[in-house]
């Protein structure tokens, strides 16, 4: 076996390690919380079509996600490992298709490269442990991408089933996260098109054939769920695609610069290799010879930077279907250049890693509260350890491929930031009170029987109703339930003054408050006997 090869053994090895280490860690407010509990609910109530959150119908995204984590915690129980199991499996098979797709198209060197690329790139890493609909959204855009990019680049005799399992991506995108998973793929194809001034491309793509197994896929689930619930297409569709992108519905606005700076700190030790790899793989290829992949990646990245750079509505996570596409760019240099050109690149982060530990080791020191300053001194250790392990190994890997050695150093980085991203996700599980209700919920759940009515006033912490199995009563608090309860009255208690005649009526109840509107409750004289108290929620029971 190569050195190359064994290298890359043990550094597989090494990644599986760190994301089976960070399983069990506590889910985060709010979108662990959220969709683990959509899928424990779904399990628990048996109905596979009506998304619920907190018993409330919740249609914002649809249910490949929550499928396969009702499944998961039907086999393996109502804990993080169940909720996190399908997220990791995504990451698993992104890396299994940039893999497989790079050796096809580049050889073997590349296929290694692209996947240390996206195993050191500490936001997708990090991702692949984290329950979002992003990651499954990335694994099936990627699966689609890579496929259309084998069958495209291959003899035409054997184009069909790649074409085929391109549309199957697309229709599993869409049942991931809505109607990205056919705009992303069209308009790269269009734009691939329109740039090379060559059409051709478009009757390769089985039409019949893709769209038959597109729509046995992607239909049946949308059909079923609007039937039961006919308020559906008009949320989903309108409200959740055009009024989201088109509008600051959601407020989640950011200047139109804001997702670039996270791709390049996503790559962060290759960050600065980012432009380079791009511009020299555009100007390889050239229109009328073999299928430009490299092009058409590139048109791929850029079209899903433009298209969530002009959205309204703006999260972190959203260009994470960027990573694995030029992953296989970034890959594919990597492996041409000589290392002596790639020293420079890896040298520039080291510093930027150093300023990045001096200015997060103040943290403590400008936190609002004693509480949180207390959980980031203890956070500090963890992070500082990781990052100041990445700066020293991109030092030395610098001074290894200054001096001509290239597989050994790139090892080194890839296995030294896999350790940065398990280390301080380690320091992350310091700040999970601050983050995850599983501490409140153990302290309800000290109290709590079957009969004990649930209130959560002013605030929804996403992450109890998972860790108390069971749902709670929103009080004051619409927000993304707004919807569900408009569709079903009666599900909540809408005012403060509702609450306290509820609270007053009899048997057990608990109540978890937002700490600004506890003393409220007091002034009205409600009967209230603290169990819980930090920055975020104030726990109370009825004596």
């Not at 090869?5 to 709010?30: E, K, Y």
């Not at 999260?315 to 990573?323: D, G, K, R």
């Not at 991109?394 to 080194?412: S, T, V």
Request: hydrophobic share 55%; glycine share 6%; net charge neutral.
């Amino acid at each position: 076996m190569s050195l190359s090869r064994s290298l890359a053994l043990l550094v597989a090895l090494l990644a599986f390690l760190v994301v089976a280490d960070n399983m069990q860690r506590p889910l985060a407010h709010p979108d662990e919380g959220r969709y683990a509990e959509i899928s424990r609910e779904m399990a628990a109530s048996g109905d596979w079509v009506t998304p619920r959150l907190n018993g409330i119908k919740y249609f914002e995204k649809p249910p490949l996600q929550y499928w396969a984590g009702a499944a998961a915690i039907t086999l393996f129980g109502e804990n993080e490992f169940a909720a996190r199991l399908y997220t990791a499996l995504a990451g698993l098979l992104t890396l299994a298709a940039v893999g497989f797709t790079a050796r096809r198209l580049a050889g073997d060197e590349a296929a290694l490269a692209s996947v240390g690329v996206l195993l050191s790139s500490p936001y997708f890493l990090g991702m692949a442990g984290v329950v979002t609909l992003d990651m499954g959204l990335t694994a099936w855009t990627t699966l689609s991408v890579c496929a259309f990019l084998v069958g495209a680049s291959g003899p035409p005799a054997a184009r069909r089933p790649w074409m085929i399992l391109a549309w199957a991506g697309m229709a599993l995108a869409v049942l991931s996260k809505g109607l990205v998973g056919i705009v992303f793929p069209a308009a790269a194809v269009f734009l691939h098109c329109a740039v090379h001034r060559d059409w051709r491309i478009l009757a390769t793509l089985e039409w019949a054939h893709g769209l038959a197994c597109f729509l046995t896929l992607a239909t049946p689930w949308f059909i079923l769920v609007a039937v039961a619930n006919p308020e559906f297409p008009h949320f989903f569709f309108v409200h959740e695609h055009f009024e989201r992108f088109l509008t600051g519905t959601h407020r989640r606005e950011e200047p139109w610069w804001y997702f670039w700076p996270l791709l390049l700190a996503g790559f962060l030790p290759w960050m600065f290799a980012v432009a380079t790899a791009a511009a020299e793989a555009w100007r390889r290829e050239t229109a009328g010879g073999a299928f430009p992949w490299r092009r058409f990646s590139l048109l791929w990245v850029a079209f899903v930077m433009v298209f969530f750079s002009a959205s309204s509505s703006k999260l972190p996570a959203y260009i994470l279907p960027v990573f694995p596409v030029l992953a296989l760019v970034l890959g594919d240099w990597l492996a041409r250049a000589p290392a002596t050109r790639l020293w420079k690149p890896v040298a520039l982060v080291a510093p930027l890693v150093v300023a990045g530990i001096i200015l997060g080791w103040g943290a403590p020191e400008r936190s609002e509260n004693a509480w949180t300053r207390e959980l980031y001194a203890d956070a500090r250790p963890w992070v500082a350890a990781g990052l100041a392990l990445l700066a020293f190994t991109l030092a030395a890997a610098a001074a290894g491929l200054r001096a001509g050695r290239k597989w050994g150093p790139l090892a080194a980085i890839v296995a030294a930031a896999i350790v940065c991203v398990d280390l301080v996700e380690d320091g992350y599980v310091r700040l999970s009170p601050r983050q995850s209700g599983m501490a409140a919920a153990q302290r309800i759940a000290k109290d709590l029987t079957p009969a004990t009515r649930v209130y959560s006033v002013g605030l929804y912490d996403q992450t109890i109703p998972f860790y108390l199995r069971r749902t709670v009563t929103l009080v004051d608090y619409r927000d993304e339930f707004s919807m569900g309860l408009d569709l079903e009255p009666g599900r909540d208690v809408p005012t403060l003054g509702a609450f306290a005649a509820d609270w007053a009526r009899p048997g057990e109840a608990m109540a978890i408050i937002h700490p600004d509107l506890y003393e409220q409750l007091s002034d009205r004289g409600l009967a209230m006997a603290v169990l819980h108290r930090d920055q975020r929620r104030i726990i109370v029971r009825k004596p």
